[in-house]
């Protein structure tokens, strides 16, 4: 009995924490300062709208009229396409982290993580509806939905720099300073791990033709 009453709350705390992140879309500088100091966000609903928002974008490319969108299944890996956003939102977390914690920044980084799944909130929202209106739209409707799926993305950046600045407790000025900064340090991030994987595969070949010389000789 009691076990069922934790989960019941449990589960009760992940709906009431996702739709906090609506909050979070209108009003992001109380909804991020909210989110983590107030522990009003939860990792289960981070992760759920990251999880929708890379279910949708794949979904895009099957049910969005070709009006707005031509693909060419034989040429798309669904794997390298997720990671296409996984991969730099996980740069980008990290880097940002790791400077900030240098100049004073409050956030830690599953904060970070956090907020940055939250700020993703507007892509699915808009993304799901506009997909599906794409198909009964004319091509002379096209701007329209062009101007709304742009509008998906700039609000996402815009909660981007609020969710940032509020969580390390930054002005704005710092916080787009350093939120320029957590982009050079994906790409410094980028490098380093080609550096990593190239010193690997070397390491690797290396040893591998030490054991066929080794098998030659005996």
């Known amino acids: ?6 989960k019941k709350e449990t589960f009760q705390k992940y709906l009431k924490s996702l739709r906090f992140a609506l909050y979070c879309t209108t009003h992001p500088l109380d909804g991020f300062w909210d989110l983590t100091h107030e522990k009003r966000g939860t990792y289960a609903a981070a992760n759920t709208i990251l999880i929708l928002t890379l279910l949708i974008r794949v979904m ?11 693909v060419y299944w034989e040429d798309i890996n669904i794997f390298l396409y997720i ?9 980008f977390v990290v880097g940002n982290w790791g400077l900030t914690t240098l100049f004073d920044g409050k956030g830690r980084l599953g904060q970070v993580y956090m907020a940055s799944c939250y700020a993703l909130t507007p892509y699915p929202l808009m993304q799901f509806p506009l997909m599906i209106f794409s198909n009964f739209v ?9 101007a709304l799926s742009a509008i998906s993305l700039v609000w996402a950046a815009l909660l981007f720099v609020a969710a940032m600045g509020q969580i390390h407790e930054f002005n704005m000025g710092k916080n787009i300073l350093f ?3 957590s982009l050079f340090a994906m790409l410094v991030i980028v490098f380093i791990l080609l550096l990593f994987f190239s010193m690997i595969s070397q390491g ?10 080794i098998m030659f000789r005996l």
Not at 1 to 6: D, E, H, Y
Not at 83 to 91: D, E, N, V, Y
């Open 60 to 70: 895009k490319l099957r049910y969005t009229s070709f009006i707005f969108m031509t």
């Open 1 to 6: 009995m009691i076990a069922a009453l934790k």
């Open 138 to 146: 004319t091509v002379d409707e096209a701007e329209f939905y062009s």
């Open 179 to 181: 939120i320029f900064a």
């Open 83 to 91: 990671a296409s956003i996984a991969f730099p939102l996980a740069m």
């Open 204 to 213: 690797i070949a290396y040893f591998i033709s030490l054991a066929k010389e």
